[in-house]
């Protein structure tokens, strides 16, 4: 079955140290992979994708991710966190099924970060 | 300009009545999605429009049912909801829907609580 797994409920860093954000994925076919942002009460910001090339993406606000094909990985990460990156972070992978390409979301990772 | 509007922010409504809810992006978007969320969970697809057309229905409720009177336009009217239909509620839209690669842009939600 094809699907993406985010491993951890709840992330805690403290202000300043690096951040990790993990996410694994199950797809046949070449994986097209998206990391999404949601702060309370809002939508979902993009942040980044990979569809092919070059495996560590940058993205929107000093945030990348690393694609590791052999690990079937996507991890996101931030070299120094800030309390204003406490949010929802989701990752998602695009999938092709009944005929259509479609969006599944991982269960989200809660990222809390602490001054 | 890389905003989607969804109108009203907030809706309380009872299980007899019947509501719209409306949609807006000026991106030159042509696709256009409605997606579920309940509280702490990943987003739900619900239905997906393709150049002002239905092309997925992820066997939503015909309590449900979606509108794209234009390209920048998209409405869920509602009827006769139950209490467990209260959740936010996300439109997103992207260049196009058969491309993979495409991020979604995601509107703010409207939050709905069905008493």
């Known amino acids: 079955a094809q699907s993406v797994a985010q491993p951890e409920d709840q992330v805690n860093v403290a202000e300043g140290n690096p951040l990790t954000v993990k996410c694994t994925y199950s797809v046949s076919g070449n994986p097209y992979l998206f990391w999404y942002v949601q702060y309370p009460n809002r939508g979902l910001q993009f942040l980044l994708k990979y569809i092919t090339g070059d495996n560590l993406v940058k993205g929107s606000y000093g945030f990348e991710a690393e694609f590791n094909k052999s690990q079937t990985s996507f991890h996101l990460k931030k070299p120094s966190a800030l309390v204003s990156d406490s949010a929802l972070y989701f990752c998602?992978?695009?999938?092709?099924?009944?005929?259509?390409?479609?969006?599944?979301f991982g269960a989200g990772t809660r990222l809390a970060v602490h001054p | 300009d890389t905003e989607v509007t969804q109108t009203p922010k907030h809706l309380v409504m009872g299980m007899t009545n019947k509501k719209s809810l409306k949609c807006e992006q000026h991106?030159?978007?042509?696709?256009m999605y409605w997606y579920k969320q309940k509280a702490k969970k990943p987003p739900e697809l619900m239905f997906v429009y393709s150049y002002e057309k239905l092309s997925i229905n992820e066997s939503v409720p015909s309590r449900f049912s979606p509108e794209c009177p234009n390209s920048s336009l998209l409405n869920l009217h509602l009827h006769a909801l139950q209490p467990e239909d209260s959740a936010l509620y996300l439109c997103?839209?992207?260049?196009?829907?058969?491309?993979?690669?495409?991020?979604?842009?995601f509107g703010p939600g409207t939050r709905l609580t069905v008493t």
């Open positions: 998602a992978v695009r999938v092709f099924s009944g005929g259509y390409n479609k969006l599944i």
């Open positions: 997103a839209s992207s260049r196009y829907r058969e491309r993979g690669g495409d991020e979604q842009y």
């Open positions: 991106m030159g978007h042509r696709a």
